[in-house]
């Protein structure tokens, strides 16, 4: 009776060494693409803010350019999960253009534990390099809004 005992353990202890990584793959994955889905919302919500300052009536229109990257910095900086992240603002046609304004947001990001788990396991195959969110915004100047 002990000697079935002693191989069922031992079946065990293999499923387990073979079941395990991929259950650890699969839930860090999981938390690694809801943090970068929650990232691309950020990134998006700066946009849309950066977009509302550029088309706003100023007589400066470089005022409305540094409103806009304000604008995203602020949204950015105020969320802990984007915090420290390197972002740039690339804005075009603000203040009284009659072109519609352009604002992208850049978020520059990387896995956390999702690509140092993959490539110790695979012997490296995904990356550890940031790469980049993006969210692009149009939007018509208020000024030339009712023309």
Known sequence: MKLANRRELGSTYVEMVIVLPLLLILLFGIAEFTRLFIQAQIVHCAAREATREATLFRPDCDGAKNAAENAAEDIIQAN???????????????????EPARVTVYLDTEFLVLARLVNRLTGGSLTDEPFRLSSTLIMRNEAHAGG
């Open 80 to 98: 802990a999960i984007t915090r420290g992240s390197s972002f740039d603002v690339d804005v075009e046609n603000a203040c009284d253009s009659e």
